[in-house]
């Protein structure tokens, strides 16, 4: 590949991104597409506000109303940018319903909001494609062009990432601000110069704007100055070379004064000045690190020079973080992530969560392609054989570490709903897999089988589960419809399958629907199917009955409905799924009298345990 004249390699790479763009663009249009997932309706409506220039405003809705970003703005620009009449013919399809994009979905027919959504997807898209390109660009200066593009052919083959590139949200946004920005720090350190610095400044600014873990770039990139600079510093000290240090600390002091300035620029803009220069003590802190930093007496009194909304909204990731407040609990293998064991019967009652040290340890091993995961342990297991070769803490430490970083700290945290947490390592570790092409001449013939191996297994891996990506378990889930006894949240579960359930049920009327527990959901399913349809626990009868992964694992909004769950969970299997989020139960007679028993002895115990 590397005799390839510069055509053939424009020609590769646009092939791959245009192979990408098809696999996010094409699924959002299907006859049966996926639902707008739980959250994308909040954040389009929050990045109207902040193009309204009052982001301040959205805060007001209540504590959990507070997680929104500058960079949601771009989504809703895409969304609203199409013109009306334009929208009403994809909508509608004009003088023949047929012509509709939308024609099939009645739950999104004759629906613009809900259409300009769907446009707003493609910001998303976009911003993805860039970060496969710098996916692309890092590997290949790094390790060669082979190197490159199979890096790429990971990044637009994961099943995760084109899943959350088809969304409304900050994942995506966040995972491609902080890889670009690392790239960018690395190409300061190592070459020097002002473009770099300058690409190195305004992208740890723009990272700032597109999700709130981003702070945690200064703390990686103050690591990684220390690792890079290490041994010149050790020798400098030895030798007395104090014009040297002197010049490296003001060089250090210069870019980090800058690098604070434009980021505050940055922020500002993002948010349309709104309410900056707000008093630390006219802030409502929900975090006990902010409300404990608001109780000094000095503090108080000081105007932040950021608009209101991002330090809210700051305050109310880190407030997630130790208390998983906004989120619920988290869900690993049958367990819910609750301090005391039990949690309120009000679904929204968000008290005493709890995380998992091992969360995302078993996420990465069932969510992301085996493939994947053998080309990134073959890379390491080469570090390791040429640690002596390798100059690693001038290159490979600005991939691993920020993965080291983010993947243990999240790990502490309370707020665990999904691999897509996580969403900013992946970058990183396609660049790492890729260096499995550097191996050694003598290994050449059996490294490009490997490689090309690797990547049919990825790619009929992928191709099994499109358009559901969301859902996406890799082969270690033997059963596809078991993957609620593993994970569930947004890596199985995030309300994007109810128009495959609503055509499932209107084909098969006698399947009764187990109410969801999350009120859009629940109003989608509803407004089509008949009321008959609907489960009922007072009388539950013989027969199929269907429910999400979310409900399924344990979050209900009754107790009577949780003993249903549980007894489910616990003593059937499904005979069926819907899409791959919803699953289908048979109650045989045997089956509603044991549960019936089961439910009376619940009620026994809690009402001895009350006496």
Not at 235 to 247: A, C, E, H, P, S
Not at 446 to 458: E, G
Request: hydrophobic residues 45%.
């Amino acid at each position: 590949m590397g005799n390839y004249s510069k055509q053939t390699k424009i020609a590769l790479l646009s092939s791959l991104c245009f192979l990408f763009l098809t696999l996010c663009v094409a699924s959002l249009f299907l006859p049966h597409r996926e639902t707008l997932t739980y959250d994308e309706r909040f954040y389009y409506e929050s990045g109207l506000a902040i193009l309204s220039g009052k982001p301040s405003e959205v805060g007001k809705q209540g504590v959990a109303a507070r997680n929104i970003m500058p960079a949601l703005a771009l989504n809703a620009s895409v969304g609203e940018a199409i013109p009306e009449k334009i929208l009403s013919k994809l909508v509608e399809g004009g003088e023949n319903s047929e012509d509709s994009i939308f024609s099939e979905n009645s739950i999104l027919h004759n629906n613009n909001r809900e259409a300009r959504i769907y446009v707003g997807k493609l910001a998303t898209i976009f911003v993805s494609l860039i970060a496969a390109i710098y996916v692309f660009i890092w590997s290949r200066e790094l390790y060669g062009l082979h190197a490159g593009f199979l890096s790429l052919i990971l990044y637009i083959l994961d099943p995760n990432i084109i899943a959350h590139s088809r969304l409304v949200h900050q994942d995506i946004l966040g995972a491609c601000s902080v890889f670009v920005a690392t790239y960018y720090f690395w190409r300061v350190l190592k070459y020097g110069g002002r473009k770099n610095t300058i690409s190195s400044i305004i992208t740890f600014g723009i990272a700032q704007i597109t999700r709130y873990t981003a702070i945690f770039l200064v703390p990686i990139y103050l690591l990684l100055t220390i690792v890079f600079h290490g041994s010149t510093i050790i020798n400098l000290i030895r030798g007395r070379d104090w014009k040297n240090i002197t010049t490296k600390i003001v060089n250090l002091g210069k870019y980090t004064m800058a690098c604070l300035l434009a980021t505050i620029l940055i922020i500002n803009i993002g948010l349309s000045f709104d309410k900056t220069f707000t008093k630390l003590g006219d802030y409502d802190f929900a975090s006990k690190a902010f409300i404990s930093l608001q109780s000094q007496p000095l503090l108080k009194e000081l105007p932040v020079p950021l608009p209101y909304a991002y330090l809210s909204g700051l305050d109310f990731g880190k407030s997630k973080q130790e208390t998983g407040f906004g989120s619920g609990p988290s869900y690993l293998m049958g367990r819910l992530g609750l301090k005391n064991g039990e949690r309120s019967s009000d679904p929204y009652d968000f008290k005493g969560f709890k995380g998992f040290k091992e969360y995302y340890i078993i996420a990465f091993l069932y969510k992301v392609p085996i493939a994947t995961q053998l080309l990134i342990i073959l890379a390491i297991w080469g570090l390791i054989r040429d640690r002596k070769k390798i100059k690693f803490w001038q290159n490979e430490a600005f991939l691993l570490l920020p993965f080291f970083f983010y993947f243990c700290t999240l790990s502490l945290t309370a707020s665990q709903l999904g691999i897509r947490y996580i969403m900013m390592i992946f970058p990183f570790l396609f660049v790492v897999a890729s260096r499995v092409t550097v191996f050694g001449e003598e290994a050449k013939t059996r490294t490009r089988l490997l490689v090309v191996s690797m990547v049919a297994y990825l790619l009929i891996s992928n191709f099994s589960y499109f358009p559901h990506y969301v859902s996406y378990f890799n082969e270690f889930l033997l059963d596809r419809k078991m993957g609620y006894t593993i994970l569930a949240d947004s890596n199985l579960d995030w309300g994007q399958d109810v128009v495959y359930v609503v055509n499932y049920l209107q084909k098969n009327p006698e399947i009764k629907y187990v109410r969801d527990f999350h009120p859009m959901t629940r109003k989608l399913l509803e407004n089509e199917i008949q009321t008959d349809q609907i489960f009922n626990i007072k009388q539950p009868q013989v027969g199929l009955v269907t429910l999400g992964a979310n409900m399924l694992v344990g979050i209900a909004e009754d107790r009577k409905l949780a003993q249903f769950t549980k007894f489910l969970r616990d003593n059937l299997k499904p005979v069926g799924r819907i899409a791959y989020s919803y699953f289908v139960f048979e109650l045989r007679p045997q089956d509603l009298a044991k549960f019936a028993e089961s439910s009376t002895q619940t009620i026994n115990v809690e009402s001895s345990d009350k006496t």
